[in-house]
């Protein structure tokens, strides 16, 4: 199996593990639907921003997923 898949498999587990890191996240997570939930009609710009960043907080889950997914695949191929 490729050392790089292993490597990235064994980091993202950690992250994903990490508690404090899991936190950090939500507080990011429930920051930004606050802006949406708090934010006036006029300030678009402001949700925008808030809606970005949920969509990196989301693609960031994603990328730990699949390089979990990545180390399972490859050691069922062997």
Same mark, same amino acid.
Do not use: C, P, W, Y
């Given at each position: 199996?490729?050392?790089?898949?292993?490597?990235?498999?064994?980091?993202?587990?950690?992250?994903?593990?990490?508690?404090?890191? $899991?936190?950090?996240?939500?507080?990011?997570?429930?920051? $930004?639907?606050?802006?949406?939930?708090? +934010?006036? =009609?006029?300030?678009?710009?402001?949700?925008?921003?808030?809606?970005?960043?949920?969509? =990196?907080?989301?693609?960031?889950? +994603?990328?730990?997923?699949?390089?979990?997914?990545?180390?399972?695949?490859?050691?069922?191929?062997?």
């Amino acid at each position: 199996m490729n050392v790089d898949i292993t490597i990235k498999a064994e980091e993202a587990r950690r992250l994903k593990e990490d508690t404090a890191f $899991q936190d950090f996240m939500q507080d990011v997570r429930d920051d $930004q639907i606050r802006i949406f939930t708090t +934010s006036g =009609a006029t300030d678009i710009e402001l949700r925008e921003e808030a809606h970005a960043i949920l969509r =990196a907080l989301e693609q960031l889950q +994603s990328k730990l997923d699949a390089a979990i997914d990545a180390q399972t695949i490859a050691s069922k191929l062997r």
